[in-house]
């Protein structure tokens, strides 16, 4: 226990995520999409098979918590900055291709 939970204790103050959209995994399609990608990929080698995903960075953001007093029921949410550079990373099943573009 640092300084700023006993400050914390002291005051009320508890750290609470702020009200907005909401994200839950789909656990059902999830299975679904893995058994059609297994018949889609026989036949298929590690090197003809290619994950990619996207990342970014937003600028100008505001942080997704707060610092309320204990007796405050919510904390008011914002609209996103939607400003943000955006970033794809590729790589084949056997990791011997990567393919980076920004």
Known sequence: ??????????????????QGELASADTEAAEKYLKEFKEETVGLTPDQIFNGDETGVQWLCMPDRSMVHEKELRTPGHKSNKQRVTALGTANASGNLFINVI
């Not at 226990?1 to 103050?13: E, N, T, Y």
């Open 1 to 18: 226990d640092g300084w700023l939970s006993k400050w914390q204790r002291r005051f009320g103050i508890r750290i609470k995520g702020l």
